[in-house]
């Protein structure tokens, strides 16, 4: 699994990602193309302006989230830890040891066959974000989620208020483009909202209701017996958003908590 640490952390070379993360930055610059040239320009009033403003902050939000999701290493386990420091099977005791990548897996770590490498806390792998949903950057996906969730709403109340006061004045004085064009534009605009909201609100509910639960998509898929100390639904997310609730829990950053090196792993040579 090549990574380039000169310009992110990590980077997954599978092209079904990165056409579906693509995929999602056109998406969001088309939804901000349709709000600012049809719903704000034709009409800069404050109201809208302010609408405006709100959308693009939640949209960069939603992208910079989206980029520390795809370049965050998700909690990959050390590469060839079996071969260099145990010398047979009666070595490794309780320990288990994966045969696709070499190494011996903690609790809770699953191998993932796009990345080729084992997890963390793996939750799955989600090609929108071209990469695993792991311990390390679960966080950075709800806010990808939450965020692309409030947009889609945020658009979808925009859109349908300019397409009802266009409808009101016969489309007359409601912009440059012609009625037809507009309400194209608009029509495409509630469609991806329509869809992507409700595919993030679903993903952003069930990641926390994951997290409340403390088990993964992987582990309820697989129904595995829980072996781990269960930890109170609050412990549970600041495990995973920051051990102090406040303002960083809604921003794209790292938990002091899971940055690189804070993570123990018994198994560390």
Same mark, same amino acid.
């Given at each position: 699994?090549?990574?380039?640490?000169?310009?992110?952390?990590?980077?997954?070379?599978?092209?079904?990602?990165?056409?579906?993360?693509?995929?999602?930055?056109?998406?969001?610059?088309?939804?901000?193309?349709?709000?600012?040239?049809?719903?704000?320009?034709?009409?800069?009033?404050?109201s809208s302006t302010i609408h405006v403003a709100v959308f693009n902050v939640l949209a960069v939000l939603?992208?910079?989230?989206?980029?520390?999701?795809?370049?965050?290493?998700?909690?990959?386990?050390?590469?060839?830890?079996?071969?260099?420091?145990?010398?047979?099977?009666?070595?490794?005791?309780?320990?288990?040891?994966?045969?696709?990548?070499?190494?011996?897996?903690?609790?809770?770590?699953?191998?993932?066959?796009?990345?080729?490498?084992?997890?963390?806390?793996?939750?799955?792998?989600?090609?929108?974000?071209?990469?695993?949903?792991?311990?390390?950057?679960?966080?950075? !996906?709800? =806010? #990808? %989620?939450?965020?692309? *969730?409030?947009?889609?709403?945020? @658009? &979808?109340?925009?859109?349908?208020?300019? $397409?009802?006061?266009?409808?009101?004045?016969?489309?007359?004085?409601?912009?440059?483009?012609?009625?037809?064009?507009?309400?194209?534009?608009?029509?495409?605009?509630?469609?991806?909202?329509?869809? !992507?909201? =409700? #595919? %993030?609100?679903?993903? *952003?509910?069930?990641?926390?209701? @994951? &997290?409340?639960?403390?088990?993964?998509? $992987?582990?309820?898929?697989?129904?595995?017996?829980?072996?781990?100390?269960?930890?109170?639904?609050?412990?549970?997310?600041?495990?995973?958003?920051?051990?102090?609730?406040?303002?960083?829990?809604?921003?794209?950053?790292?938990?002091?908590?899971?940055?690189?090196?804070?993570?123990?792993?018994?198994?560390?040579?």
């Amino acid at each position: 699994m090549p990574s380039y640490p000169r310009m992110v952390e990590w980077f997954v070379n599978d092209v079904a990602g990165i056409v579906c993360c693509s995929l999602t930055y056109i998406l969001v610059f088309y939804s901000q193309f349709v709000i600012i040239s049809v719903v704000l320009l034709p009409d800069p009033i404050v109201s809208s302006t302010i609408h405006v403003a709100v959308f693009n902050v939640l949209a960069v939000l939603a992208l910079w989230s989206h980029l520390r999701a795809m370049t965050t290493n998700p909690g990959t386990v050390p590469m060839e830890t079996f071969n260099v420091r145990y010398g047979g099977k009666e070595d490794l005791k309780s320990a288990v040891l994966c045969l696709k990548c070499n190494s011996i897996k903690p609790e809770r770590a699953h191998h993932c066959s796009v990345c080729k490498r084992c997890v963390r806390k793996m939750d799955h792998h989600c090609p929108w974000v071209n990469n695993c949903v792991g311990q390390q950057n679960q966080k950075f !996906f709800i =806010l #990808f %989620t939450f965020y692309i *969730f409030s947009i889609s709403l945020h @658009a &979808i109340y925009m859109a349908v208020q300019k $397409i009802i006061h266009c409808s009101d004045q016969e489309w007359s004085h409601c912009g440059s483009l012609s009625p037809p064009v507009s309400l194209m534009l608009l029509t495409i605009l509630l469609f991806i909202s329509l869809l !992507f909201g =409700l #595919f %993030t609100g679903i993903m *952003f509910g069930t990641q926390i209701y @994951a &997290i409340v639960d403390d088990q993964t998509g $992987i582990e309820k898929l697989k129904n595995e017996v829980v072996t781990w100390e269960r930890l109170t639904w609050s412990q549970n997310l600041q495990e995973v958003l920051g051990r102090r609730m406040g303002y960083r829990w809604l921003l794209p950053v790292m938990p002091a908590h899971l940055a690189p090196g804070k993570v123990p792993y018994k198994f560390q040579v």
